[in-house]
């Protein structure tokens, strides 16, 4: 796998001035498009780790791992993320929101920025010599997986996942029972062999529980799907 990184292009600077705080930027955002930020508050640091967990299951003094984020927001994941990473990582966030990307861009330098949608994980992969994520944390909305378009999503990350990687999503608890989430438990089911649901994380406003999915399916591994 080919890891070396290019250089780095700072996005452009637009005309947002950046907010005092990543908490008043991700409540300016929910309230011009709350389809796309989802919430009013950034996740917390308990479910963040529970995020992140597949970092510390694996032993990666061999090679450093690609963590790969979607939408970061304004970094609750990637703070983390940054702190319990080996000496090494490469580290992704791709963002569709340009404000919420700058901002991530500014407050975390070692992180490659990519301003982009997630249905084109193949492309920015291969443009920068990568030929898959050994962690690919999802902060996407549920608008993400909306219609016929969210199957298709799921098996574009499964097919983004280096062997033996994972992949992880969270959802909010409130709407365990909700059709979408019955919806994108299927989809991660089809997509992979192994789907594991944790246990309420309260301590997250509002409370959620994360998805851990591993093995995608055989044809996601040959991109045939």
Request: with cysteine; charged share 20%; aromatic share 8%.
């Amino acid at each position: 796998m080919n890891r070396a990184s290019e250089p780095r292009r700072r996005l452009p600077a637009g005309r947002h001035p950046t907010p005092p705080s990543g908490h008043l930027l991700f409540l300016r955002e929910f309230v011009r498009a709350p389809l796309r930020t989802a919430s009013v508050v950034p996740s917390s640091r308990f479910l963040a780790e529970r995020m992140i967990s597949p970092l510390h299951a694996r032993d990666w003094s061999q090679r450093p791992p690609v963590v790969l984020e979607l939408g970061p927001g304004t970094g609750a994941f990637t703070r983390v993320v940054q702190q319990a990473a080996p000496a090494g990582t490469r580290h992704l966030g791709v963002e569709l929101n340009p404000v919420m990307a700058q901002h991530l861009s500014d407050a975390f330098p070692g992180v490659e920025v990519v301003v982009g949608a997630a249905a084109d994980l193949p492309d920015m992969l291969h443009a920068r010599g990568i030929d898959g994520a050994d962690l690919i944390i999802s902060g996407l909305p549920w608008q993400s997986f909306a219609g016929p378009a969210g199957p298709r999503l799921v098996d574009t990350i499964a097919g983004c996942l280096a062997a033996g990687g994972t992949y992880t999503q969270f959802t909010y608890s409130w709407t365990k029972w909700a059709p979408p989430a019955k919806r994108q438990h299927r989809t991660l089911h089809e997509s992979f062999d192994e789907v594991q649901v944790s246990r309420t994380i309260w301590r997250n406003l509002p409370p959620a529980f994360v998805y851990t999915s591993s093995r995608p399916s055989p044809a996601d591994r040959d991109g045939d799907r």
